[in-house]
C-alpha cells in the first residue's frame, strides 16, 4: 500500500497527510505536486497547474425605506481582472425579513417599520463568493394630504397642505 504521501501546493508550503486542505496567500497560477510512495519504496508524482481565483467584492446601496413603497437595492459588487477571475454572475439577497432574491438590483417593500439586516452574496462565474451585511431603517411615510379652495374657472384657487409627517424615530 502507499507509505507516503507529499503535496507541494506551488507557493513553498507543502504537507504530508493522505487528504489535505490549503489556503492560497495570494490569487495566481500554481503547479501542486503530489508524489505517492508505497511500500516498495517505488515513487509516482503528478503535477497539476491550479489557478487560485479572486474573491469578489459584495457592495450595495440602497434607497430610503418606508413602508409599503418599494426600496431600490443596487448591486455594486466588482471583481478585479474578470478577464482571468470570471464576471460577477449571481447575487442572492437576503431583506432580513424572512424573504430573499436572486435579482441583481432588486426593488423591495417592507411590511412593517424596524431595523433590518440585508446581506448581499456576490458569486463569481468560478463559484468564489463575497457576503456584506448592512441595516436598513424602514419608516413609517408621512400621510400626504391637502384642502382647496372651491375652483371656479378663471379664478384663483388656493390649496394648502395638511400633510401628516411621521416621527423620525422607529
Not at 38 to 61: M, T, Y
Not at 124 to 153: K, N
Request: proline share 6%; aromatic share 14%; glycine share 10%.
Amino acid at each position: 500500500g502507499i507509505q507516503q504521501w507529499i503535496w507541494d501546493y506551488g507557493d513553498g508550503t507543502s504537507d504530508t497527510a493522505q487528504t489535505v486542505n490549503h489556503i492560497y496567500g495570494s490569487p495566481g497560477l500554481y503547479n501542486v505536486s503530489f508524489t505517492v510512495t508505497d511500500s516498495n519504496a517505488c515513487r509516482n508524482a503528478a503535477v497539476k497547474p491550479v489557478r487560485v481565483f479572486e474573491l469578489p467584492q459584495a457592495g450595495f446601496g440602497f434607497s430610503t425605506g418606508c413602508v409599503g413603497y418599494g426600496v431600490a437595492f443596487t448591486d455594486s459588487s466588482t471583481i478585479l481582472n474578470p478577464a482571468d477571475n470570471g464576471n460577477i454572475n449571481s447575487w442572492y439577497w437576503d431583506f432580513g425579513d424572512g424573504n430573499d432574491t436572486t435579482v441583481q438590483n432588486p426593488v423591495y417593500s417592507y411590511g412593517a417599520v424596524g431595523v433590518y439586516n440585508i446581506s448581499l452574496i456576490a458569486y463569481s462565474a468560478f463559484g468564489c463568493t463575497d457576503t456584506i451585511s448592512r441595516p436598513i431603517t424602514v419608516y413609517v411615510p408621512p400621510v400626504a394630504a391637502f384642502t382647496r379652495d372651491t375652483v371656479c374657472f378663471g379664478l384663483l384657487t388656493q390649496f394648502q397642505d395638511i400633510s401628516v409627517p411621521m416621527p423620525a424615530d422607529i
